[in-house]
């Protein structure tokens, strides 16, 4: 099983990017892909996440109306598009994936998780 997170990088407040996460190793159309995210000094916090059972997508508060969700299911991929970035959302970002396909952000539901990949925003 393996979750490759990627998209990463520097930007500038206000600029957009998007992370990808590529899935292997198990059936991607039966399982949620969560993404998450830790900043230096504090707890992971759920972002985002896609359920592929019935394409339910939810989203953190401080995130919503800024960042989308997406799945590509012919590619294993689950893109997460984020725009108007803030310095706030600086944080290395996980995917995950849960094989009850509950689209949930909390992370103890989650199987399997990804190395993750940096984004800075800088101000």
């Known amino acids: 099983v393996q979750l490759q997170a990627s998209g990463g990088g520097l930007v500038q407040t206000g600029g957009s990017l998007r992370l990808s996460c590529a899935a292997s190793?198990?059936?991607?159309?039966?399982?949620?892909i969560g993404w998450f995210r830790q900043a230096p000094g504090k707890e992971r916090e759920g972002v985002s996440c896609?359920?592929?059972?019935?394409?339910?997508?939810f989203y953190a508060d401080s995130v919503k109306g800024r960042f989308t969700i997406s799945s590509d299911n012919a590619k294993n991929t689950v893109y997460l598009q984020m725009n108007s970035l803030k310095p706030e959302d600086t944080a290395v970002y996980y995917c995950a994936a849960d094989g009850g396909d509950l689209c949930t952000l909390s992370s103890r539901w989650y199987d399997y998780w990804g190395q993750g990949t940096l984004v800075t925003v800088s101000s």
């Open positions: 896609f359920s592929n059972g019935d394409g339910a997508t």
């Open positions: 190793g198990f059936t991607f159309d039966d399982y949620a």
